[in-house]
């Protein structure tokens, strides 16, 4: 593998210039392999370090434009025009293996530190487990037989390493995941200063998600969901925030919650670990330079009336002309609409013309325009995540959420559907407290449907509660509607033409092959070095 090769290149260059004239030596005024896992310091920043390898906002945001719930212009995948040679697939095989093989050199020295203590030393493994899983929970899910390497490598073993079975990358993880949710600590046993370590509840929370993708494994998902919620004394206790949308956007809230169990930490300022990723999601008109991830048509549809009832329903009170008023309210929170009252960081607000004409003061400026490449393509924005507090270039330090209460009470609802186990104590338990959070009020939103098609009814939830987090392009993928969804037009707004698509805009014409497209292309450049790497069908 590539990554290996470039490791072991920079190890050699960073051993030649620490040598001195007796080469068995020990230099004392720089460290080296002898001395650097004894140092404690050094060993908590190699700790760090592998957290901040573990995602990043750009894997995080541009997942969901695989998906039917957003759109960008610079990704060929939901197109269908890739092949093995496309960026994207090595640029994520290479970030995923490079976290593996950082974790795996942690695992293999910090046995060395005399001074940190074995329990803290412990943790530490534990915490590096869980991050190697969670990147072979990437590869696995994406790509299916991949190698498995649990320890250091040399470059001349990465170039003939084969390709692990499915099932065996799987036991892996999930073997990982339970180990770790024995060795950590719950997010109350640690101290407020480690806000943010990986934690044993989020290790079963993602072993709960790993094993909900399997399809097969639902009894083993509520099983581990009832762990999660019935005994909070040890795998700490969580509840669901009390503002939806100010999770994704208030500083406090969205740093310090009941709900969160794992996030991507960053830190407001100009010194701090920050994203900045809202600049070019966020409306034109509130300072962003141009629109790179839109939220499609197909999202917000899926986004019910406060009655409970689909927009698909005829008694349901939907106005195609009215369309944004008395709906879910996550859509208020989430996407920004045609006239929208949006906040600006001093207090006050301002009205988003988005339709063409709409402005009645700037016309020249609506945020969308056939073929305009800089504004939203589909005439919508992004609300969620917008930090009102953003430094210039909208550089925020808030917190992007991996794995919250939100999801496993999801996952539980869905385990327990498919097992045929849904009733009015499971839906009290998840999808009535999600929707009293988000603001529903109406009891025919609230209640029970009984013999509903509670399938379609908890995809729906999943889909808008976790809206911008990653989720949906792998939840459609699980389902086997990729087929389905992402063939035929994305549309926008409705903005176009009347005749073509009842005037809703058509953004992008996607293809997906279900023969093939389900695994991704081992990239062709690693098929190169590796000559016992195999490539997925039809690539």
């Known amino acids: 593998m590539k990554y290996f090769k470039k490791l072991f290149i920079a190890m050699l260059a960073i051993m030649a210039a620490s040598s001195c004239k007796k080469l068995d030596l020990t230099p004392t ?13 050094n060993v908590n920043n190699a700790l760090n370090n592998n957290y901040s390898l573990m995602y990043n906002s750009n894997l995080y945001f541009f997942n969901d434009d695989m998906s039917d719930n957003a759109y960008s212009n610079n990704d060929p995948i939901a197109s269908g025009s890739f092949n093995a040679s496309t960026a994207k697939f090595l640029g994520d095989w290479t970030y995923y293996y490079s976290g593996i093989n950082s974790c795996n050199l942690f695992l293999a020295n910090v046995d060395q530190n005399k001074t940190l203590g074995t329990a803290t030393i ?82 079963l929370a993602l072993e709960a998600r790993v094993l909900l993708y399997e399809g097969n494994r639902m009894a083993d998902v509520v099983t581990i969901c009832q762990k999660l919620m019935n005994n909070p004394a040890t795998y700490g206790n969580y509840a669901l925030a009390s503002d939806y949308g100010g999770l994704f956007s208030n500083a406090t ?33 509130t300072g962003a330079r141009v629109n790179s991830l839109a939220p499609t048509q197909e999202l917000v549809n899926d986004y019910i009336m406060t009655n409970g009832k689909p927009i698909t329903d005829p008694t349901s009170g939907y106005n195609e002309n009215n369309p944004y008023v008395n709906r879910d309210p996550r859509l208020t929170a989430t996407i920004v609409y045609d006239q929208y009252k949006f906040p600006n960081p001093d207090g006050s607000t301002q009205i988003i013309y988005i339709k063409p004409g709409s402005d009645p ?21 992004w609300k969620k995540y917008f930090d009102p507090n953003h430094l210039p270039g909208f550089v925020s330090g808030l917190n992007l959420q991996l794995i919250r209460w939100a999801e496993v009470l999801l ?28 603001g529903f009020t109406d009891p025919n939103a609230l209640s029970y449907p009984g013999n509903a098609d509670m399938t379609n009814i908890i995809r729906r939830e999943r889909r808008v509660e976790l809206a911008m987090e990653g989720i949906r392009t792998e939840d ?16 926008g707004a409705k903005f176009s033409d009347p005749t073509v698509d009842n005037g809703y805009i058509r953004v992008q014409l996607r293809k997906f092959d279900p023969a093939k497209n389900y695994l991704w292309p081992i990239p062709a450049s690693e098929l190169n070095l590796d000559k016992n790497l195999t490539q997925n069908p039809g690539y």
């Open 29 to 41: 005024n720089k460290f080296t392999n002898l001395d650097f896992w004894t140092t404690s310091v």
């Open 122 to 203: 412990a943790g530490m493994k534990g915490e590096m487990r869980f991050i190697r899983a969670w990147h072979y929970f990437n590869l696995m899910k994406w790509w299916g037989d991949v190698p498995l390497i649990t320890t250091v490598i040399s470059p001349d073993q990465a170039k003939v390493i084969a390709r692990s079975p499915r099932t065996t990358v799987l036991n892996f993880i999930t073997s990982e995941l339970e180990a770790c949710a024995a060795i950590l600590p719950s997010k109350d046993q640690y101290p407020a200063s480690s806000n943010g370590r990986i934690t044993n509840g989020a290790a």
């Open 253 to 285: 809230l969205n740093k310090t919650n009941t709900e969160t169990m794992l996030a991507l930490q960053y830190v407001s300022g100009t010194t701090g670990r920050t994203w900045s990723d809202d600049f070019d999601f966020a409306p034109i008109s």
């Open 361 to 381: 003061n700037r016309p020249p400026l609506n945020e969308y325009a056939a073929g305009n490449e800089a504004v939203s393509a589909s005439g919508y924005y």
């Open 411 to 438: 996952d539980y609802a869905e385990a327990q559907n498919s097992l045929g186990q849904m009733n009015a104590d499971v839906w009290s338990k998840t999808i009535m407290l999600l929707r009293q959070r988000a």
């Open 476 to 491: 459609i993928r699980r389902y086997k509607l990729s087929e389905v969804v992402l063939n035929g037009y994305a549309h």
